[in-house]
């Protein structure tokens, strides 16, 4: 067995034995139909989001109340309120994830992968019965008052979140990060509103950038469907904790958690690709270990995987800070994937992309049904950070995992500082 990783040049790729072909196909179409059924989502999102932006600027000011139930945004529409399409538009967005697990389930399916289809129909479960489940528990169906935006507002939330999506998808965070200081500071809107936002922004970047690094094979689809099953968990227990912790302590904890997280990454910050890396027995068992192509090594990358317990015990933490906090959880997937795991930076970025949409549709019924969700906030996010996240898919392919870990460790630490500041920020 391989400790370090191998690599091959891309056109020697196909010259395997019949049966690895046969397998490396099926694993192929199961990625281009994940890629296809994300890139679908994503686009019929925008164009229904921008249908109902313009109807809204073209319509006047007859509409302010927008729906967030599913019987109250076809009502709406059927009213002719632009706001129930811009709604729609976000819904479609924010089911696209869960989509994308009942489509994997099938592609499973069709490479005859019974492990696979029994881990990844759990998932499903899980997230199905957070979103109705919770949803019910802690949404409220009272209806709510759309604030006037100026076409000045739109804009620069806009540019804002295509920054924020270009970063997100390039590091595997959502686009939270810059979303929820920009809407709460520059804008004064509340932390409930911008963190609704946020969980917005956090599908698009996954979403929008998924479709790109699975299609292009940078992601690891079988490590994210079995860590997404702590992941969401993780998420379930955070929603309920919520209501009876103080958030103020948790930021300020998990502030620090990250700052101390970042040394280990500061310490390998010239290494491109891990080294002496050997499966562990649930590597193995699950066949995690797999290939990557790699422009900046030339060729196909090999590489194993190991201490999957600790990276399932880390993404359960994952799951629920986001559940706590309402905030993008990326920065700690991607530290279990790159420090515990040992997965290269790039796998650990894009798989960690994949990841995120699961991890925050889990809660995003929450704040969909209690109305956080303003959709003339979260319409000029979603449309800025798909954009974002488009160019970052492109941008990453180009990078060496070296680059990628540059960017993440100072984003790691922005991070953990405004945790910290919030925290503090909370008790006065």
Do not use: C
């Amino acid at each position: 067995m391989a400790t370090v990783p191998s690599i091959r040049p891309a056109h020697q790729a196909g010259e395997e034995p019949s049966q690895t072909n046969d397998r490396d196909a099926l694993v192929r179409q199961a990625e281009l139909i994940i890629s296809y059924v994300l890139r679908g989502g994503v686009l019929l999102s925008a164009a229904v989001i921008l249908l109902g932006l313009l109807l809204f600027v073209t319509g006047g000011e007859r509409a302010r109340v927008f729906p967030h139930t599913i019987p109250a945004i076809f009502s709406s529409i059927g009213q002719g309120n632009p706001l129930g399409v811009i709604v729609l538009g976000l819904v479609i967005l924010l089911f696209t994830p869960v989509l994308r697990v009942a489509v994997s389930i099938m592609a499973f399916a069709a490479e005859h992968d019974r492990r696979y289809v029994a881990i990844t129909s759990l998932v499903l479960a899980i997230l199905l019965i957070s979103i109705i489940a919770l949803g019910a528990i802690f949404g409220h169906t009272t209806a709510a008052a759309a604030k006037p935006a100026s076409f000045g507002f739109f804009a620069l939330v806009f540019v804002a979140s295509v920054v924020a999506g270009l970063v997100g998808s390039l590091v595997g965070l959502g686009g939270g990060i810059f979303v929820v200081p920009l809407l709460t500071i520059a804008f004064g809107l509340p932390i409930d509103v911008a963190v609704g936002a946020s969980i917005v922004s956090v599908i698009a970047t996954s979403s929008g950038a998924a479709a790109a690094y699975v299609k292009d094979h940078l992601t690891n689809l079988r490590v994210g469907m079995f860590l997404e099953i702590a992941t969401t968990i993780g998420a379930i227990s955070g929603a309920f904790l919520a209501v009876v912790l103080a958030p103020a302590a948790l930021f300020i904890i998990f502030g620090v958690v990250l700052l101390i997280s970042a040394a280990p990454l500061i310490s390998k910050l010239g290494e491109e690709l891990p080294h002496g890396v050997k499966n562990d027995r649930w590597a193995d068992r699950l066949a995690l270990a797999s290939t990557y192509p790699d422009a900046q090594q030339g060729g196909i990358v090999a590489y194993n995987v190991t201490h999957v317990p600790e990276g399932f015990g880390m993404m359960y933490v994952a799951g629920l800070v986001s559940g706590l906090l309402g905030i993008g959880s990326g920065t700690f997937k991607v530290l279990a994937m790159d420090t515990a795991m040992r997965l290269p930076m790039k796998v650990s970025s894009t798989t960690s992309n994949f990841m995120i949409g699961v991890t925050a549709a889990a809660s995003a019924g929450i704040y969909f049904q209690r109305g956080d969700i303003l959709p003339l906030v979260a319409a000029p996010v979603a449309l800025g950070v798909l954009v974002g996240a488009l160019v970052g898919a492109k941008t990453l392919a180009k990078l060496s995992n070296r680059t990628v870990r540059k960017l993440f460790v100072p984003i790691l630490l922005a991070i953990a500082i405004e945790m910290i500041v919030r925290g503090i920020s909370m008790h006065h």
